[in-house]
């Protein structure tokens, strides 16, 4: 929230000299009420800050009593709410004490605040205007979010000042929205309408149209998608034909273009979960015809709510809780597409028919639960079903935790729901669309085929793998899911020392990943990936962290994303916080089929701790895992050979130089993308002591001498 407020103290019983803020207070979303020296002066009840709220929106006209008690106690005969009336305001008083300045002035016939004294978020919206429109960034939520159902009265009279609000915010950023004439400053100006009304189909044409206008067909595209998301969200109706008509000419004459989506499918018949304007969540697109793909297609997920068993009446919110929380949690992967459990409500009603889901739908995989109290401990089970193989359990999880805080609890399980089933999803969809025909493949299709490729690290299969994303890349030139993946697959080619021309290898990556983030900057793996292009291959850290930052911004829950961001800050030299997040994506998804790679991290930061039996460990893990994996054997190398263990360093030196036969401790320390200085010497001590060649020279007597072996037992 911006702050315009002075922060001078104020002595005791001061009365505020004019314009002199005391209060600032926060309406919008969230409530909340401050001293100028940061002391919360929020009331602790809910009646009392509603009254509170609603005085300050009076302002400048004084509140009367009258109207106040029957506001909050419309239910209480006049003197009895009177009465409490009387109550709140003497819990007010005593909350706002700590400003030490009498703000609210308490008369026989009404309730005021002091003029000047309170600085109220409210009134700085109701002032914008298109000169001065900064101000409508304070409206972020919705006025009073917290503060619903405290009297039927009082809730007809918030509806009311919300739309007063949104209205008067509205018409500003309408206005300001037609003076712009150039893209750059009309995406902006679109998106700020946007956020105040995500129905706006008006603005999301212009955002359309400024994207096109740049040059960026893709976003314009994707701006559609979300429109249409939108309104099947909040209107259940589809974009209007003006809307549709501006689609059609940003895609071009069929004749020049290459097709990017089928024709815009009806309404589905429930809503949908929408994407917020500003794309960090994944957009759904109606619901194709089962089995078929748009040309960027993702899997269709459908979350049902949540079953109740012995669970008490105070607990039955958490079922539609647990369920919204992972429908919003799924909906920040952008390949996915997501049917929210209040669609699908109906069917859990009636006898669930998973049949009838998938044809209304388009559902390709249902997600369901069961929720168990037992004594101060719940039990939650949930499952994945594959609709389309016969109703299959593909994943399934339980998780037993304490009572003691219900909302963290929905917000821990949710979030290692959703990063589990994002890895398990993408490989079954990559193994169902590598067993389809070749024929008429998509770029999603391509892609699917190429990322487990990848994972395999035996170089034949990695060498189709570029084919397939060049394919990708060459059928939607605008798919930056390929672009991300196509540099991810050339870290890898550095990585194992497969290029034949590193620096061209390390040139490219670059160039795709940053040609990812720029045709869908909202997407959380492309941003991850081209942090870890940035550190890994460019050295360039600090741009990496806040590349990796963004990408947790958008998706909190995506596994990758921390595992990436571990490494980066031990690249940094920032040991501790690596190990944070690297914990932190182990605790999200312990059994990922990645593992790996990402539990290689944990050998790096036990080596830069000088920890050189966990790094041991820790590697020995991850190159039995895929011993394939060049990167695995690096670091764990090096603790063996600072425990001086040089049998299991022989060995590991072996299957290394298998897999990259030019390694040397002189080419360690020419890549390495270690910040400082003592690390990599550390690190290059210790390859030294396990035996690794010093130099091109040294490697080539070291092979001519012992060999690499065609299989090491």
Same mark, same amino acid.
């Given at each position: 929230?911006?702050?315009?407020?002075?922060?001078?103290?104020?002595?005791?019983?001061?009365?505020?000299?004019?314009?002199?803020?005391?209060?600032? &207070?926060?309406?919008?979303?969230?409530?909340?009420?401050?001293?100028?020296?940061?002391?919360?002066?929020?009331?602790?009840?809910?009646?009392?800050?509603?009254?509170?709220?609603?005085?300050?929106?009076?302002?400048?006209?004084?509140?009367?009593?009258?109207?106040?008690?029957?506001?909050?106690?419309?239910?209480?005969?006049?003197?009895?709410?009177?009465?409490?009336?009387? /109550?709140?305001?003497?819990?007010?008083?005593?909350?706002?004490?700590?400003?030490?300045?009498?703000?609210?002035?308490?008369?026989?016939?009404?309730?005021?605040?002091?003029?000047?004294?309170?600085?109220?978020?409210?009134?700085?919206?109701?002032?914008?205007?298109?000169?001065?429109?900064?101000?409508?960034?304070?409206?972020?939520?919705?006025?009073?979010?917290?503060?619903?159902?405290?009297?039927?009265?009082?809730?007809?009279?918030?509806?009311?000042?919300?739309?007063?609000?949104?209205?008067?915010?509205?018409?500003? @950023?309408?206005?300001?929205?037609?003076?712009?004439?150039?893209?750059?400053?009309?995406?902006?100006?679109?998106?700020?309408?946007? /956020?105040?009304?995500?129905?706006?189909?008006?603005?999301?044409?212009?955002?359309?149209?400024?994207?096109?206008?740049?040059?960026?067909?893709?976003?314009?595209?994707?701006?559609?998608?979300?429109?249409?998301?939108?309104?099947?969200? &909040?209107?259940?109706?589809?974009? !209007?034909?003006?809307?549709?008509?501006?689609?059609?000419?940003?895609?071009?004459?069929?004749?020049?273009?290459?097709?990017?989506?089928?024709?815009?499918?009806?309404?589905?018949?429930?809503?949908?979960?929408?994407?917020?304007?500003?794309?960090?969540?994944?957009?759904?697109?109606?619901?194709?015809?089962?089995?078929?793909?748009?040309?960027?297609?993702?899997?269709?997920?459908?979350?049902?709510?949540? /079953?109740?068993?012995?669970?008490?009446?105070?607990?039955?919110?958490?079922?539609?809780?647990?369920?919204?929380?992972?429908?919003?949690?799924?909906?920040?992967?952008?390949?996915?597409?997501?049917?929210?459990?209040?669609?699908?409500?109906?069917?859990?009603?009636?006898?669930?028919?998973?049949?009838?889901?998938?044809?209304?739908?388009?559902?390709?995989?249902?997600?369901?639960?069961?929720?168990?109290?037992?004594?101060?401990?719940?039990?939650?089970?949930?499952?994945?079903?594959?609709?389309?193989?016969?109703?299959?359990?593909?994943?399934?999880?339980?998780?037993?935790?304490?009572?003691?805080?219900?909302?963290?609890?929905?917000?821990?399980?949710?979030?290692?729901?959703?990063?589990?089933?994002?890895?398990?999803?993408?490989?079954?969809?990559?193994?169902?669309?590598?067993?389809?025909?070749?024929?008429?493949?998509?770029?999603?299709?391509?892609?699917?085929?190429?990322?487990?490729?990848?994972?395999?690290?035996?170089?034949?299969?990695?060498?189709?793998?570029?084919?397939?994303?060049?394919?990708?890349?060459?059928?939607?030139?605008?798919?930056?899911?390929?672009?991300?993946?196509?540099?991810?697959?050339?870290?890898?080619?550095?990585?194992?020392?497969?290029?034949?021309?590193?620096?061209?290898?390390?040139?490219?990556?670059?160039?795709?990943?940053?040609?990812?983030?720029?045709?869908?900057?909202?997407?959380?793996?492309?941003?991850?990936?081209?942090?870890?292009?940035?550190?890994?291959?460019?050295?360039?850290?600090?741009?990496?962290?806040?590349?990796?930052?963004?990408?947790?911004?958008?998706?909190?829950?995506?596994?990758?994303?921390?595992?990436?961001?571990?490494?980066?800050?031990?690249?940094?030299?920032?040991?501790?916080?690596?190990?944070?997040?690297?914990?932190?994506?182990?605790?999200?998804?312990?059994?990922?089929?990645? @593992?790996?790679?990402?539990?290689?991290?944990?050998?790096?930061?036990?080596?830069?701790?000088?920890?050189?039996?966990?790094?041991?460990?820790?590697?020995?893990?991850?190159?039995?895992?895929?011993?394939?994996?060049?990167?695995?054997?690096?670091?764990?190398?090096?603790?063996?050979?600072?425990?001086?263990?040089?049998?299991?360093? !022989?060995?590991?030196?072996?299957?290394?130089?298998?897999?990259?036969?030019?390694?040397?401790?002189?080419?360690?320390?020419?890549?390495?993308?270690?910040?400082?200085?003592?690390?990599?010497?550390?690190?290059?001590?210790?390859?030294?002591?396990?035996?690794?060649?010093?130099?091109? @020279?040294?490697?080539?007597?070291?092979?001519?001498?012992?060999?690499?072996?065609?299989?090491?037992?």
């Amino acid at each position: 929230m911006a702050d315009t407020s002075p922060r001078s103290a104020q002595p005791p019983n001061a009365q505020p000299t004019p314009n002199q803020v005391v209060v600032r &207070l926060r309406l919008i979303g969230q409530m909340e009420a401050w001293t100028v020296t940061s002391e919360s002066v929020l009331p602790a009840g809910r009646k009392t800050r509603a009254l509170l709220a609603s005085v300050a929106l009076s302002a400048p006209r004084p509140a009367l009593r009258g109207r106040l008690a029957e506001l909050l106690w419309s239910r209480r005969p006049e003197e009895q709410a009177r009465a409490s009336l009387r /109550q709140e305001i003497h819990r007010l008083l005593e909350a706002l004490s700590p400003a030490k300045t009498d703000i609210l002035l308490v008369t026989r016939d009404h309730l005021t605040l002091r003029a000047g004294a309170v600085w109220v978020d409210v009134e700085e919206v109701m002032r914008a205007t298109t000169l001065q429109p900064a101000s409508l960034s304070l409206l972020d939520g919705d006025l009073l979010e917290d503060l619903d159902g405290v009297d039927p009265s009082f809730d007809a009279w918030l509806t009311a000042e919300r739309e007063r609000l949104r209205d008067r915010a509205r018409s500003v @950023a309408e206005a300001l929205l037609r003076e712009q004439l150039e893209p750059e400053t009309a995406i902006p100006a679109a998106q700020r309408l946007l /956020q105040i009304d995500r129905a706006h189909e008006g603005a999301w044409r212009a955002l359309m149209r400024a994207h096109a206008a740049r040059g960026e067909r893709g976003m314009a595209i994707q701006a559609y998608d979300r429109c249409r998301a939108v309104l099947a969200d &909040l209107l259940d109706a589809a974009p !209007s034909v003006e809307t549709q008509k501006l689609l059609t000419e940003i895609r071009g004459p069929a004749s020049n273009r290459v097709p990017l989506r089928p024709p815009a499918a009806p309404p589905l018949p429930e809503p949908v979960v929408a994407a917020e304007p500003e794309g960090i969540a994944e957009t759904p697109a109606p619901a194709p015809a089962p089995d078929a793909q748009t040309s960027r297609g993702g899997a269709h997920v459908g979350v049902m709510p949540m /079953q109740l068993v012995g669970v008490t009446e105070e607990d039955a919110h958490l079922a539609p809780g647990l369920a919204e929380e992972i429908t919003t949690a799924l909906s920040r992967f952008r390949w996915m597409f997501v049917v929210s459990s209040s669609s699908l409500g109906r069917f859990a009603a009636e006898g669930r028919d998973e049949a009838a889901l998938r044809h209304t739908f388009g559902i390709d995989f249902l997600l369901d639960g069961m929720i168990q109290r037992v004594r101060n401990r719940l039990r939650v089970t949930v499952r994945l079903l594959d609709l389309r193989a016969g109703n299959q359990i593909v994943w399934a999880r339980r998780f037993d935790r304490q009572t003691n805080d219900l909302l963290t609890l929905q917000d821990e399980i949710a979030a290692e729901v959703v990063a589990q089933i994002d890895p398990e999803i993408l490989l079954i969809e990559a193994t169902r669309s590598t067993s389809r025909p070749p024929v008429g493949a998509t770029a999603y299709d391509l892609v699917l085929r190429a990322i487990p490729l990848i994972w395999r690290m035996e170089r034949e299969h990695f060498t189709r793998a570029e084919q397939f994303l060049k394919d990708a890349i060459a059928l939607e030139p605008d798919y930056a899911a390929a672009h991300a993946w196509y540099a991810y697959w050339h870290i890898f080619l550095v990585g194992q020392g497969w290029s034949a021309e590193p620096k061209a290898s390390i040139e490219e990556a670059g160039r795709l990943a940053e040609r990812a983030i720029v045709l869908d900057p909202f997407d959380a793996r492309a941003l991850t990936i081209a942090g870890h292009v940035r550190a890994f291959l460019h050295h360039r850290l600090r741009e990496a962290a806040s590349l990796h930052e963004r990408a947790l911004s958008l998706n909190p829950n995506l596994a990758m994303a921390w595992a990436l961001s571990a490494i980066t800050h031990a690249y940094l030299g920032d040991v501790a916080e690596a190990e944070r997040r690297n914990n932190r994506y182990k605790r999200l998804s312990p059994l990922d089929p990645h @593992a790996f790679f990402f539990d290689g991290f944990f050998t790096v930061i036990h080596l830069l701790k000088r920890d050189y039996e966990s790094a041991v460990a820790a590697g020995r893990g991850v190159t039995q895992m895929n011993p394939s994996l060049s990167a695995g054997f690096k670091p764990y190398l090096a603790a063996l050979g600072h425990l001086g263990r040089t049998q299991e360093a !022989s060995i590991a030196l072996r299957r290394l130089l298998e897999i990259e036969p030019d390694f040397t401790v002189e080419r360690f320390i020419a890549t390495s993308p270690l910040d400082r200085e003592t690390d990599r010497d550390n690190w290059a001590a210790g390859l030294r002591l396990a035996g690794v060649p010093e130099n091109d @020279a040294a490697a080539a007597v070291y092979l001519m001498n012992r060999g690499v072996p065609d299989a090491v037992e």
